[in-house]
């Protein structure tokens, strides 16, 4: 993971296998930060994988225009650019409170 500005690309090397390129809002790169190694790398395997096939991975909200990604007891909410093939990363956390 690199900064890039005021959010976090989890495309370090794009290679041709990734289609969709990951950016961390601000609040998640806190979040994501403050987690322990094994479940940060657990969360970056889980991305990688939605960068290549999102539709697959993703379930859409209904409440709002976004998607959850889960990650054991964790969820990740994003936003996705379909056009510019990019995946937002909102915020994340622990399911309990995720949603709050």
């Not at 601000?26 to 889980?46: N, S």
């Not at 994988?49 to 209904?62: C, G, I, N, T, Y």
């Not at 709002?64 to 990019?86: F, H, N, P, S």
């Amino acid at each position: 993971m690199r900064a890039r500005g005021s959010r976090w690309s989890a495309s370090n090397a794009r290679d041709d296998c990734l289609g969709f390129r990951v950016e961390f809002s601000p609040l998640a790169a806190g979040k994501f930060r403050k987690l322990e190694r094994g479940l940060r790398d657990r969360i970056v395997r889980k991305l990688e994988e939605v960068a290549k096939d999102p539709a697959r991975h993703l379930v859409r909200l209904s409440a709002v225009q976004a998607y959850r990604l889960r990650v054991g007891t964790y969820r990740l909410i994003v936003d996705m650019d379909w056009e510019r093939e990019i995946v937002h990363v909102l915020t994340l956390g622990h399911r309990s409170t995720v949603y709050d």
